[in-house]
């Protein structure tokens, strides 16, 4: 059973992660993206400036700033279209030359080919506007608290246009010599657990490295399990970081393609979504990441301590 009184460096434990992350902020995300205004969240539609704009209305609400000029960072999609990626920085540590990078993307498919109602688009509700409201929270969370750490939070576009916004991003990170990213954590669909086991989160992960065993250590050791398949890899958001950034990267998802039959559909909305579970999985993994980027002997992520 997963320790649910595991408790950090400073005191901070499980139930006080609840209470600052509340879960009508969870249900208000996730309401607000999947709702018929915001058209499934194409890139390729006018509409996906109301996503771009709400999400940093919640940013500027916790005073999380943007990491360059503006949050959005512009790329080209085609010779019609430019996508935006939003980029926000938390400011723990001015002396630092570091920072740890954590994602999710915030675009879908949008509209149905063939659309009869309001009601005919894809929603996005687990993908992925979970993975969205989990670095919301994180973000409020790590506000409130205040480690002596610098973290990224990023929301990028184009994951099913070949995680195009996760490429762009990832390059315009090497153009400019501001936080040097030590690693990259991915959030996406975290809404359904799985049918089966005692695992909360599967990791997709493209190098050894022992950020999700690092989680495990501050929580269960069953929390996170690795996943296998070439299916998980070409489609996680970690693998252009890592391929880019070369610095461990990782997507944690409880998306396995077996327990979610509403992927990719009109019904993948709220009412398909298991909130609790959400809320409470994304509560134990802030304890972990807290946990880990206030632990002291934390010095690489791709090799074990000696």
């Known amino acids: 059973m997963i320790c649910l009184l595991c408790r950090a460096q400073n005191g901070v434990d499980f139930k006080d992660i609840l209470?600052?992350?509340?879960?009508?902020?969870?249900k208000s995300i996730i309401s607000t993206l999947t709702c018929p205004?915001?058209?499934?969240?194409?890139?390729e539609r006018e509409s996906i400036s109301r996503?771009?704009?709400?999400?940093?209305?919640?940013?500027r609400a916790y005073n999380i700033k943007p990491y360059?000029?503006?949050?959005?960072?512009?790329?080209?999609?085609?010779?019609?279209?430019?996508?935006?990626?939003?980029?926000?920085?938390?400011?723990?540590?001015?002396?630092?030359?570091?920072?740890?990078?954590?994602?999710?993307?915030?675009?879908?498919l949008g509209l149905t080919k063939n659309r009869t109602t309001a009601d005919s688009f894809l929603k996005g509700a687990n993908d992925n506007a979970t993975g969205v409201s989990a670095v919301l929270q994180l973000a409020l969370f790590f506000n409130k608290i205040k480690p002596r750490e610098n973290i990224?939070?990023?929301?990028t576009s184009g994951k099913h246009k070949n995680m195009m916004g996760a490429g762009f991003l990832a390059d315009t990170f090497t153009?400019?010599?501001?936080?040097?990213?030590?690693?990259?954590?991915?959030?996406?669909?975290?809404?359904?657990?799985?049918?089966?086991?005692?695992?909360?989160?599967?990791?997709?992960?493209?190098?050894?490295?022992?950020?999700?065993?690092?989680?495990?250590?501050?929580?269960?050791?069953?929390?996170?399990?690795?996943?296998?398949?070439?299916?998980?890899?070409?489609s996680a958001e970690c693998t252009p970081f890592y391929n880019i950034?070369?610095?461990?990267?990782?997507?944690?998802?409880?998306?396995?393609?077996?327990?979610?039959?509403?992927?990719?559909?009109?019904?993948?909305?709220?009412d398909n979504l298991?909130?609790?579970?959400?809320?409470?999985?994304?509560?134990?993994?802030?304890?972990?990441?807290?946990?880990?980027?206030?632990?002291a002997r934390i010095v690489k992520l791709g090799q074990e301590e000696d």
């Open 37 to 43: 205004e915001f058209e499934g969240r194409d890139i």
């Open 152 to 155: 990224i939070f990023a929301f």
């Open 68 to 108: 360059f000029e503006s949050y959005r960072i512009p790329y080209k999609i085609n010779n019609k279209r430019i996508g935006y990626n939003i980029v926000a920085l938390y400011r723990g540590n001015l002396r630092k030359k570091s920072a740890i990078l954590i994602t999710a993307n915030y675009d879908n």
């Open 274 to 295: 298991y909130v609790d579970y959400l809320h409470r999985t994304t509560a134990r993994l802030t304890l972990a990441l807290y946990s880990l980027i206030t632990d």
């Open 175 to 234: 153009k400019f010599d501001y936080l040097d990213i030590k690693y990259v954590i991915n959030l996406d669909m975290l809404g359904r657990p799985f049918e089966t086991g005692r695992n909360n989160l599967l990791c997709i992960q493209d190098t050894a490295n022992t950020i999700s065993s690092r989680l495990n250590s501050y929580i269960n050791p069953e929390f996170i399990t690795i996943a296998q398949g070439e299916a998980f890899t070409e």
């Open 51 to 59: 996503s771009i704009v709400y999400i940093e209305s919640l940013l």
């Open 245 to 270: 950034l070369k610095v461990p990267s990782v997507t944690l998802t409880s998306f396995n393609f077996e327990n979610d039959k509403y992927y990719l559909t009109e019904k993948d909305d709220m």
């Open 19 to 26: 209470e600052i992350q509340n879960i009508n902020l969870t």
